[in-house]
């Protein structure tokens, strides 16, 4: 009789594993399991699990999506992980789930399940929206990408509204003024909580630059301010860590590569895409360090596209401090040369068109 006890024990608890499992890898089936099985999707935890944070990533299927996932993944600052798109959501979410990693991974696929994503998200990154082909610009994207935006931010305001947005989707200069308009109209803006992602700019500058210095990129620092997109592109090699002086030829050719950048990966990739690889891992490096600012490690300092005074504009990147709030701080530009201030000019007078042209759409 206690065997037979046992048998229906251990019988009940593969039960329960295989409806824990299931729970993960289909969380919108739930309501289809019968009331004994059911797990609520709080406890759906990877066994010894870490305690961390919550983050949608939407558009995870995509160029940019697929890596940005799997890197996201191996953080291990995530707990839970939910992965949104339009299509083929499930085989991505399947593939990522089967990483010996602590973060759950969860699916979602279509509008229908938008807010189930977002629900108790601590971070939301978004990389949706069509990539850059050969001969496109970044506002060729705008008609397109500003639409999606859009309707992921009203998702947002109405799940998550306490959530940091990290804005990937291109144009960012468009976009996050986009994005701010939404919240705006929803009543829960809060411009210490929405950043567009200029890190790649950044990556690229230290990684060009150490070229050049014959340095290892890891040990270049060069703030990139203004906007994320060719002129708007703003490095400031004066203000470069470790302390390195140029000639103006030197600069304006980094410069410019720097700020083309996106435009030599798809003229590389030759109408196969643009720069997914490189944008996952600087979209990866600016996410953890919202989260280590959400878990409250001091002077985490990085450069981002953000509602701003530091200009007359009112949007601009520059460094700025993350902490539990978000944006904590948003520094001012420092001391420029001759040939970053005409940069500068340059750049404000194209980036004010560009987020005039989201807040435009955003409130027609």
């Not at 299931?22 to 999707?41: F, G």
């Amino acid at each position: 009789m206690q065997q037979q006890q046992q048998q229906q024990h251990n019988g009940g608890d593969a039960s329960q594993r295989i409806a824990r499992i299931s729970a993960h890898l289909n969380p919108h089936k739930l309501q289809k399991m019968e009331a004994k099985t059911v797990l609520e999707r709080s406890n759906c935890r990877a066994k010894g699990g870490s305690p961390g944070f919550k983050v949608a990533i939407l558009g995870a299927s995509g160029g940019i999506g697929q890596p940005l996932s799997m890197l996201m993944k191996m953080n291990p600052l995530v707990s839970v992980l939910h992965l949104y798109d339009v299509a083929n959501t499930p085989g991505v979410t399947s593939d990522i789930s089967h990483m010996d990693t602590g973060a759950v991974v969860r699916g979602f696929l279509g509008p229908q399940q938008l807010e189930n994503a977002l629900t108790g998200m601590d971070l939301v990154i978004m990389p949706a929206g069509v990539p850059r082909k050969p001969g496109m610009t970044r506002d060729d994207l705008f008609n397109i990408n500003a639409g999606i935006v859009k309707t992921l931010c009203e998702g947002i305001a109405k799940c998550c509204p306490k959530a940091i947005v990290n804005i990937i989707s291109n144009p960012v200069n468009s976009t996050v003024p986009i994005a701010a308009e939404v919240f705006k109209k929803a009543g829960t803006y809060d411009p210490k909580r929405l950043l567009g992602v200029t890190m790649l700019d950044v990556v690229r500058a230290n990684t060009f630059v150490a070229e050049v210095l014959g340095l290892d990129p890891r040990e270049v620092d060069v703030p990139v301010v203004g906007g994320h997109a060719g002129v708007t592109i703003l490095p400031l090699l004066s203000q470069i860590k470790p302390p390195c002086s140029f000639t103006s030829e030197e600069a304006a050719y980094l410069t410019s590569r720097i700020q083309n950048g996106g435009t030599e990966v798809v003229e590389a990739k030759a109408g196969a895409g643009s720069a997914t690889l490189s944008m996952a891992y600087a979209a990866v490096k600016f996410a953890d360090a919202c989260l280590r600012g959400l878990r409250g490690d001091a002077d985490v300092i990085k450069c981002a596209f953000v509602p701003s005074a530091v200009t007359e504009l009112p949007f601009f990147a520059s460094k700025v401090r993350l902490g539990r709030n978000g944006v904590e701080e948003v520094y001012t530009l420092g001391p420029m040369n001759e040939f970053e201030r005409a940069g500068l000019e340059m750049a404000k007078k194209e980036l004010a068109g560009s987020i005039e042209k989201g807040v435009s759409f955003a409130t027609k």
